[in-house]
């Protein structure tokens, strides 16, 4: 694989890793995960994001789009069964109402990118993650990434489902790799399927032989989603899980609605998941459950 | 070695609650309101026209004017601040200089105290002898009148005809040189008897040369010690009252300060100082004394906390001091330093309304050999710098990153945090190699100073004239769209009439156009600031601040014929960020995409983007083309190509002191000001809207702050010799310790990269908003401006709708916040 599919490029990151760190969102992820944050970068193709308060309805787009796509009464709307994701709508936007989530980005071009914070991540212990979607998705090309980056001596972090193959992850990607934020979410298979609609297993196989080669760079991450993950069952298997892993750092994500507005645009309503973030009381009490680890900020 | 003895570097544990006299003095400096003084006006006035001898040297004219007035000018105590003297005779006072601007007074002699915007209380007979004895005096002698005498019916003539036109650039001589670092170790050594001893001794070598030469310089030694006669003078009449006030005292407590400070007035600044208090209180007389000669603006007192280190550090070896002690001092010199502003007409409101004076000192950085040179003193100062949180003196901190450890620079933060606005950080790399880019020594680059806003001075070594001239980028710009003319002049031929832009085939063919109408520009700047000078050779020589320098003493020379070791001027830009943008627009759109073409994109410049069309444009104008403060190569370039432009062409006029130009890009409040005279522009600004400060993106073009911080930064060092103002917004957080890091990481890759200065507003869209609805609610709200603070109360509409929207970032995420004022701000 050349060139890899890129939703966003987010500078200034300081929640994924130490320091002050530049996170790459692959776009693309076989998992659909009903809370995901962000849901633009599921898909595994460029999709066009539109944002109906910038619009004025000037129709420059409408007269652009080979595929007809495009309807412009007040303002545009877009039929998305009809969108390539060509673009071309929004290189003539005035108003930036239109933008294309996902671009393809060489090896090159897109260290480049990254190496412009070097001086920051210097600064403060940082560095670059990938994220996403789910980077292992586009392996190949993570693996050459990660190893111009560590040339580079650049701090190197993965955010990951662990959904991916562990021979070809342990030779291409783990060796150039600092840390690792390991998502689990769900611990019985069936209830993960029902949700995510991919079972565990190979998830958590990969947990466990990611530990056995690099205990320390590994750091499980458990979202905390009320009605999906955040119960008392579920924890409790989790916690039990993780310590027959030895696992030595976890985190806990709280429950945010951050990904509820975007999932809108593409998806439609979700009404199964709360308005409002976790507070703290209730971080607070799933906290407890996991004494036997350390707590590590997300 | 580190010359911390402090257990806290915080002081935390020093509050306003323990420090009794510096909250009294602080709750002061908020009550009073100012007053103009006319004490100086008064007596030059009477000097000049009872006692003058033209025949006399300028410089034996000026000296003997000041001596004339620091002999009568009245001491007075006028609250329970431990130092003695006091710029003007009123406790917040605004001294009048009538050989500049003061006469703009004139017509508001009956209106400045009751005037609705920031009034200064004039009595009724001081307004009189205003009126009838001083003024008429000045109506023909001030040296904007001088200037135009000198130039009237010669070709330089069209330049001051630009300038008080106010649209082009502003020749600041006509209102001050001022802008120094003075350099007061040898005065606290010495005293000023020894200089005077020193003067005494050249005059009679110089005298022995037996030439022309000699005898200049003898004149020039001799009114050095004229002048700072004067200063010990004014100093034995605070003693004296001093002593007097001891005597009507009752409280014994307060008898005894006046009779500390009667006996401090008799030692400094007379005798060498002896004592940490004398030293504090030599250095505060002496910026009084200057005073008398330039008027007060920029006047910058410099590295105090490496000045004063050595008393400080004697004092406290030898138990004669404390901790306490030394932040009440260091305290009430601040409250001092606060104790006066500049007169300001009605008109220059718009200008610069609720500027202060700006004396700036400088924190921190290295010594002259490269060593880290922070100590005690300058967390004390940034302790007290945290407790008073007032618009002067003006505070920035150096930092290298390199010497200064990661805790002085987190302090910093931490403090900027506390205020939301002060100090300002300088890169000492960046601005060091700036200064050596200028020939200076290694040894006097690393002892550079603030001088002002932003502008850079090794200290008492550089007389650098630094607001010199003021350059609004966006008039060669209009001229270079408009074959020489711009639409705020009509149909008058200003500029070389250069071609039409649309018969253009290139962009390297605007950029020629635009560089065409430019550089014309800056010579008539130049050759007026040139004119000026000359008139302040004759006029306005400073042989008591010569007294305060290095040069001047060994060349016989004053400051003002370049008696000092460095004898820069500095010009500064106004709108760079607009005309960056605008020229990559043009670049852009019509040379590159062809998206429009030259001829329609100026029609709706010059339309103001009316019409749905005009809208569509403009829009697409502001969100689609390349803009400076995101690593745009097109951007990049362009801004590099000014900024490399501008340092050449400065760098190729020597001025009458015989040194170079130096370009800078602060702007104060003239890009308020100058943008809504200003008619629309190629990125989409509409006619009138403000211009973007200092070297700051323009508002919402820079949505990253890595990017932005990067894309400033690359234009950081030897080309921007006068340094840069970057003003940056961030929302504040609620935990303030993890934003403190942050921030501290922040300005070190900013500053690694190259940048040279930033500083911080710590607020949020809302409470700006609210701040303008309801001043009430913030009396004391302190933001920075365009290198320097200012009661945002104070400040003009346009100045306070400026500050609101400048883009504000979130720390948390490096992001841009939108500013949606339909919802007051809120996200």
């Known amino acids: 694989m050349k060139k890899a599919l890129v939703g966003e490029i987010g500078r200034y990151a300081v929640h994924d890793g130490p320091g002050i760190r530049t996170t790459v969102f692959f776009k693309g992820c076989p998992l659909r995960c009903p809370w995901c944050h962000n849901p633009e970068l599921i898909a595994d193709r460029p999709e066009i994001a539109f944002f109906s308060d910038r619009c004025i309805g000037c129709g420059e787009c409408r007269e652009l789009c080979p595929e007809a796509a495009l309807e412009v009464d007040k303002i545009a709307r877009i039929n998305r069964s009809r969108c390539s994701g060509c673009g071309l709508c929004v290189e003539s936007c005035p108003t930036r109402a239109l933008e294309l989530v996902g671009r393809r980005y060489d090896v090159e071009e897109l260290t480049s990118i990254l190496l412009r914070d070097r001086l920051f991540y210097q600064a403060s212990g940082g560095g670059v993650t990938l994220s996403g979607g789910e980077p292992t998705a586009q392996l190949a090309f993570c693996g050459k990434l990660l190893q111009r980056l560590h040339r580079e001596g650049i701090h190197t972090a993965i955010e990951t489902n662990g959904f991916f193959d562990w021979d070809k992850f342990e030779a291409i990607c783990l060796p150039y790799l600092d840390l690792i934020l390991f998502d689990v979410k769900i611990a019985d298979s069936g209830r993960h399927r029902e949700i995510t609609g991919i079972g565990n297993e190979v998830i958590l196989a990969n947990l466990q032989r990611l530990l056995d080669a690099r205990p320390d760079d590994v750091i499980a991450r458990i979202p905390l989603i009320p009605g999906y993950t955040a119960d008392q069952e579920n924890i409790t298997r989790l916690a039990a899980l993780l310590k027959e892993f030895k696992v030595r750092r976890c985190s806990l994500l709280p429950y945010h609605p951050y990904g509820l507005a975007k999932a809108e645009k593409t998806r439609g309503k979700d009404n199964t998941l709360p308005q409002k973030p976790m507070n703290n009381r209730a971080l607070h009490k799933w906290k407890r459950f996991f004494t036997d680890f350390d707590i590590v900020d997300p | ?827």
């Open chain 2, 1 to 827: 070695m580190t010359k911390i003895t402090l257990d806290d570097i915080s002081l935390k544990d020093f509050t306003l609650g323990n420090l009794p006299r510096l909250q009294e003095l602080r709750r002061l400096s908020f009550a009073r309101k100012p007053e103009i003084c006319i004490e100086r006006a008064r007596y030059v006035t009477r000097y000049l026209r009872d006692k003058d001898d033209p025949t006399d040297s300028p410089e034996v004219r000026q000296a003997r004017k000041v001596n004339y007035f620091l002999q009568r000018k009245r001491p007075v105590f006028h609250d329970h601040n431990l130092l003695a003297g006091s710029t003007t005779s009123k406790a917040l006072g605004a001294p009048l200089f009538p050989e500049f601007f003061a006469l703009t007074l004139w017509p508001e002699l009956d209106t400045v105290s009751t005037r609705a915007k920031n009034p200064q209380k004039l009595t009724p007979d001081e307004a009189r002898e205003l009126n009838l004895e001083i003024f008429p005096y000045w109506m023909d002698k001030n040296v904007l009148e001088l200037t135009r005498k000198r130039i009237s019916n010669t070709e330089s003539a069209q330049s001051l005809k630009l300038f008080e036109s106010l649209v082009f650039f502003i020749a600041a001589k006509a209102g001050c040189i001022s802008h120094a670092v003075p350099a007061y170790e040898a005065m606290l050594e010495l005293g000023l008897s020894g200089l005077i001893d020193m003067a005494s001794v050249r005059e009679a070598a110089a005298f022995l040369l037996a030439s022309d030469e000699g005898d200049r310089q003898a004149d020039f030694y001799r009114a050095v010690q004229i002048s700072l006669q004067g200063i010990i003078q004014y100093a034995e009449h605070l003693a004296d009252e001093a002593v007097t006030l001891a005597g009507v005292a009752d409280d014994p407590e307060v008898r005894q300060e006046f009779l500390d400070m009667a006996k401090v007035c008799q030692q400094v600044p007379a005798g060498p100082a002896t004592t940490f208090r004398e030293a504090v209180n030599a250095i505060w007389i002496c910026q009084v004394g200057i005073h008398a000669e330039n008027i007060n603006m920029a006047m910058s007192p410099g590295r105090l906390d490496q000045i004063l280190y050595p008393y400080y550090k004697r004092d406290m070896e030898a138990g004669r001091l404390d901790i306490g002690r030394a932040i009440e001092l260091i305290g009430c010199l601040w409250l001092k330093i606060a104790d006066n502003v500049t007169m300001v007409p009605e008109a220059s409101e718009e200008m610069f309304g609720g500027a202060g004076t700006v004396p700036a000192i400088t924190l921190g950085g290295v010594d002259a050999d490269g060593e880290d040179a922070v100590n005690d003193l300058t967390y004390i100062m940034l302790r007290v710098t945290e407790l008073l949180c007032i618009r002067d003196p003006n505070v920035n901190a150096r930092y290298d990153y390199e010497k200064n450890s990661s805790d002085y620079c987190r302090r910093v933060s931490e403090v900027i945090l506390n205020t939301k606005a002060v100090p300002a950080f300088f890169n000492d790399h960046a601005n060091i190699t700036a200064l050596t880019g200028q020939g200076e020594s290694i040894e006097h680059a690393r002892d550079y100073a603030v001088i002002g806003c932003v502008e850079l001075a090794s200290s008492g070594r550089d007389y650098p004239a630094s607001s010199s001239i003021m350059l609004n980028l966006a008039a060669p710009l209009e001229m270079a769209l408009f074959c020489g003319k711009r639409p705020i002049t009509g149909e008058e031929q200003i500029g070389p009439s250069t071609p039409d832009p649309a018969t253009l085939n290139s962009f390297e063919e605007f950029w020629e156009v635009f560089k065409t109408q430019l550089d014309w520009l800056i010579e008539k700047a130049i050759e007026l600031n040139e004119h000026m000078g000359a008139v302040h050779q004759q006029m306005m020589p400073s042989p008591l601040l010569s007294a305060f320098f290095e040069g001047p003493l060994d060349k016989g020379k004053d400051l003002v014929q370049g008696g000092s070791l460095y004898n820069s001027s500095g010009a500064t830009h106004i709108a760079f960020a607009d005309v960056v943008d605008s020229l990559n627009a043009i670049e852009q759109t019509v040379f590159i995409d062809k998206k429009y073409r030259f001829a329609e994109l100026l029609q709706m410049v010059k339309a103001d983007f009316a019409g749905a069309e005009g809208e569509k444009m403009r829009l697409y104008l502001k969100n689609r083309a390349p803009k400076y403060g995101t690593e745009h190569p097109l951007a990049r370039k362009n801004a590099r190509n000014i900024v490399g432009h501008l340092f050449n062409l400065y760098q190729s006029h020597t001025n009458y002191r015989g040194g170079l130009y130096r370009p800078a890009y602060w702007t104060m409040t003239n890009h308020a000001g100058l943008g809504k005279i200003t008619g629309a522009l190629p990125h989409g600004r509409k006619s009138g809207e403000l211009f973007a400060s200092g070297i700051t993106p323009v508002s919402g073009a820079a949505p990253e702050l890595t990017a932005c911080l990067n894309a400033v930064a690359e234009l950081g060092g030897e080309c921007v010799p006068g340094c840069w103002a970057l003003n940056i917004k961030y929302s504040p957080e609620t935990d303030v310790e993890k934003m403190t890091e942050r921030f501290a990481q922040t300005i070190e890759a900013y500053f690694r990269s190259g940048g040279q200065q930033v500083q911080f507003n710590i607020m949020t869209y809302e409470m700006l908003l609210d701040a303008k609805k309801h001043p009430e609610k913030y009396p004391e709200l302190m933001v920075r401006v365009s290198g320097y603070s200012a009661y945002f109360k104070d400040l003009n509409e346009l100045m306070k709708d400026e500050l609101i929207t400048r883009t504000m970032y979130d720390l948390a995420n490096g992001k841009s916040v939108a500013y949606l004022p339909e919802n007051g701000g809120k996200q």
